[in-house]
């Protein structure tokens, strides 16, 4: 419950604003710095040894802090090192994720929810990898079988659960994407 209302309240927030990094903080968030790094290693086998990053002063005392993650490069000013690796990771994301403006949006895709789903997802998987050793040869594994019918009958009570509201018709004069739905995976490196 209280991680929907964090996210909810990071809804309102977009990815590029300056506070975020102060707020993830107070809310126990992963940084932006590591939420890039989630997102490198997720959709790209990368790390933290793929970012070219660097800290130019300039006139006046300011700063400015230069990032590269592939072809993207980014430029932010900021206060010192830190505050530039956390703002320029943000602008980072954003060429990233083009369509998505808010960080609650990258939270569940990187943050420490969707860590904890990931860690529950490995271990269902291994659990079924331990039901599999339970196999006697030309029998039917009904540790498997049993399992299989746990989990449909999980998804005909989240299916049960679910109301339709009503039947959606567009407004005729709005066309609709087309039905493809190939790079939505996909993130633009």
């Known amino acids: 419950m209280y991680d929907e209302v964090i996210d909810e309240f990071f809804d309102e927030i977009r990815i590029e604003d300056p506070r975020v990094p102060e707020l993830c903080n107070k809310t126990s968030e992963l940084s932006p710095y590591s939420i890039l790094l989630n997102c490198l290693q997720r959709n790209f086998g990368l790390n933290g040894a793929n970012i070219d990053s660097r800290l130019v002063t300039q006139k006046n005392q300011k700063n400015e802090f230069v990032m590269s993650v592939g072809k993207h490069t980014v430029q932010v000013q900021c206060k010192n090192k830190k505050d530039g690796k956390q703002r320029a990771s943000q602008a980072i994301l954003q060429k990233l994720h083009p369509h998505i403006s808010s960080w609650g949006s990258l939270l569940r895709l990187y943050g420490n929810m969707s860590m904890q789903t990931m860690r529950e ?18 029998q039917p594994n009904t540790s498997i079988i049993n399992k299989l019918k746990e989990e449909m ?37």
Request: no cysteine.
């Open 153 to 189: 009958l999980k998804l005909q009570e989240i299916k049960n659960s679910i109301q339709p509201i009503g039947k959606f018709l567009p407004p005729e004069d709005v066309a609709l994407p087309s039905a493809s739905g190939i790079d939505l995976n996909n993130v633009d490196l």
């Open 121 to 138: 997802k490995k271990a269902e998987e291994q659990e079924i990898t331990l039901l599999q050793s339970n196999a006697t040869v030309n």
